[in-house]
């Protein structure tokens, strides 16, 4: 008999590690109509009516509401389309990312 036959095989997995999430977030302004701010939360994060007048009322109370968290590069990407779909109307609205904790 050979050694070979005695060893146990042994295999490596390699963990794919999960990417890191990040919150995007709307700024209040005082200035972008609260009817829009609804019509971008419901055209670019796929949010209902109430939902999206839920977001709105809550960043207006608190000065920032969490609207949905993705990956990275999700995240700053409709973070951004959700920012120039105001400045194209001449809105200051704003929405940032930062990671989860």
Do not use: W
């Not at 095989?9 to 999430?21: D, F, N, Q, S, V």
């Not at 977030?25 to 209902?48: G, H, M, Q, S, Y």
Request: proline share 6%; glycine share 2%.
């Amino acid at each position: 008999m050979s050694d070979t036959a005695l060893t146990p095989k042994t295999r490596t997995r390699t963990k794919t590690e999960r990417p890191k999430l990040h919150k995007v977030i709307l700024v209040n302004d005082d200035f972008t109509p609260r009817e829009f701010v609804v019509t971008v939360l419901k055209a670019e994060f796929r949010v209902n009516q109430d939902q999206a007048y839920r977001i709105m009322m809550t960043a207006h109370r608190r000065g920032t509401c969490v609207v949905a968290v993705f990956p990275k590069d999700v995240a700053e990407t409709k973070a951004t389309r959700a920012t120039d779909a105001g400045r194209k109307q001449g809105y200051p609205l704003l929405f940032t990312t930062e990671p989860e904790e």
